[in-house]
């Protein structure tokens, strides 16, 4: 099984390392278009909500990244050193009272993008799942 990680202070200007390691697999793992631009859409959007919400932006906590290949799937598990958060009871971003709100979008997307969103450890761990075209 091929698996490769990356740990990040919790800095917004992070992302940008975030959003190199997941092109660094585009190339390595033959991703296509399509999959690969939900990818950086989703996996990025984790690891924002990782730093800002599950680290609260204190840059003395790590937000790991790592991503395994399994057959014809690609697993991507962002962790922080937060508290967690409950991931059941969360506000639909599409319902009137929360479309103007800026914010709360995330995990929407996130499950949207991604074929499988798992939370583990009180949300403290998102894995995201992609299908490869085999």
């Not at 680290?55 to 962002?78: A, G, P, R, T, W």
Request: net charge negative; proline share 4%.
């Amino acid at each position: 099984m091929n698996s490769i990680s990356i740990q990040v202070p919790s800095l917004a200007e992070n992302i940008r390392m975030i959003e190199s390691f997941i092109d660094n697999a585009k190339e390595r793992f033959h991703l296509d278009d399509d999959i690969y631009g939900n990818i950086m859409i989703a996996v990025t959007e984790a690891v924002n909500n990782a730093i800002k919400h599950g680290n609260s932006n204190d840059k003395s906590k790590n937000v790991l990244l790592s991503l395994s290949l399994q057959d014809s799937m690609i697993k991507f598990i962002v962790k922080d050193e937060g508290t967690g958060f409950d991931y059941g009871n969360l506000p639909d971003p599409t319902s009137p009272e929360n479309l103007e709100k800026p914010g709360g979008r995330g995990i929407f997307l996130m499950r949207h993008l991604s074929d499988e969103v798992k939370f583990k450890e009180e949300g403290r761990i998102v894995e995201l799942s992609f299908y490869m075209n085999a």
